[in-house]
């Protein structure tokens, strides 16, 4: 079982790239019994996804 300090590493590393199987099953895991870190990787995703739309270009005719 991996603790919360491993699980925030992975979820935010999960932003830049992708994680391994192994990785990937313990965090979700960890987040499955873990409301602080579920939260905490709800977070990033919005943030991520934020960002992603904002760097974005707008469409000009
Ligand atoms: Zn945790």
Redesign the pocket.
């Known amino acids: 079982m991996m603790?919360?300090k491993s699980?925030?590493q992975l979820l935010s590393q999960a932003q830049d790239r992708k994680l391994t199987f192994i990785e990937s099953t313990s965090v979700k895991l960890?987040?499955a019994m873990?409301k602080?870190?579920r939260n905490y990787g709800m977070q990033m995703k919005q943030l991520s996804d934020l960002s992603k739309r904002f760097i974005q270009p707008e469409p000009r005719s």
């Open positions: 603790n919360c699980a925030t960890h987040t873990c602080g870190c």
